[in-house]
């Protein structure tokens, strides 16, 4: 197939075009070239990634895309300090100051060029990491399954993933992010076999008899008829059925919860109790406590994760040259970001807790010493197993 004038398949950015900043904003260009030619490209220059706020009021974010943000500089004249990735912050500390969640330190010509992709890094991947870590506390002990990556593009499924996994999401959907990410992939069926085959009778039936042995049955129970009529036409059919699934369409939903309690029962009356409820379809936080009460056993996230507001972080520098330095409306100087091992609080430039009087430690990890690795990278299990402990102990909020 000819491809179009761009000489692409497809609209993504690739690596090499990302590291030769290619993806920055073209005012970083210009003023790399007037600092050239003025002699101050080589400016020492310290400057903070903050957020400030966060988005509906959230009194926490997830820190995601660190890992990216050391690779983009790796091997440039830069230092990195960070939180480590899969950190529970606020936008502010108790006084009031915005915590920094990243340092970037070096020549200004350095790192000018990848301003702009280290905050669509850190940006989106946080967005939808801490939209993932509210919905996985809110359904306790519930399978959360990701089905997001239909509502975004194909190219940037994996960082999709990526940031609802390390957040305690159970599973994705893809094959190429179980690949990277050992990440268990899940999904029987859709709509699409059903209406194929002919009806659920039959999809259910070839299920049962094609599907691999080591694949759970979810059979998916509103294509045509009933919830729960549909659910007990699955468990006649598929007699190792694990779950079934309820996607009832919006026009015909009413009160879900009930429909929910409908199928859980009927189920239950015929000794289908071993039989799991999942339900999936424009379900986010403020739908999943009622059904979470009614007895469904785990949730189909889609596009309120992968579409998950941004966390508006900001890059600022705050010194030049060992000299404090900062726009309007930022508080200027490299802070000394500590942290309390034992509640989380952050503060800056104290050595006791000031809500509950522990040592405070240093927040930040170095992860690039003028471009060279100075602490590993964790690992995504490393990162994942942090994150699910931090939002055990951090309240929900709005």
Known sequence: ???????????????????????????????????????????????????????????????????????????????????????????????????????????????????????????????????????????????????????????????????????????????????????????????????VMGGPREAFAAVHKYLEAKIPRIALVDTYYDEKTEALLAVEAIPDLTGVRLDTPASRRGNFPAIVREVRWELDLRGHKDVQIFVSGSVDEASIPALVEAGVDGFGIGTSMSNAPTIDFAMDIVEVDGKPAAKRGKFGGRKDLQRCPKDGTYEIGVRSCPACGSKMGPAFTQYLDRGRPATPLPSLEEIRKRTVEEIHRAPLGP
């Open 1 to 195: 197939m000819p491809k179009d004038a761009t000489g692409r398949d497809f609209y993504i950015a690739t690596s090499e075009e990302i590291k030769a900043g290619k993806t920055t904003d073209v005012y970083f260009l210009r003023t790399l070239d007037i600092l050239k030619k003025a002699g101050k490209d080589r400016a020492s220059v310290v400057a903070e990634v903050t957020a400030g706020n966060l988005p509906n009021g959230w009194p926490w974010g997830v820190l995601c895309g660190v890992e990216e943000a050391v690779h983009l500089l790796h091997g440039k004249s830069v230092s990195v300090w960070s939180l480590p990735e899969g950190s529970l912050f606020p936008p502010r500390t108790a006084r009031g100051i915005p915590v920094p969640v990243m340092i970037v330190e070096g020549p200004y010509g350095e790192w000018a060029l990848y301003e702009t992709p280290i905050l669509g890094m850190v940006c989106q991947a946080s967005g939808i990491a801490t939209k993932a870590a509210r919905i996985r506390k809110l359904a306790g002990a519930k399978q959360v399954l990701s089905f997001g990556v239909r509502r975004m593009h194909p190219g940037i499924a994996p960082l999709i993933e990526r940031s609802v996994y390390l957040a305690g999401v159970d599973a994705i959907t893809t094959p190429l992010g179980a690949e990277l990410f050992g990440a268990p992939a899940m999904g029987t069926m859709p709509h699409a076999l059903v209406i």
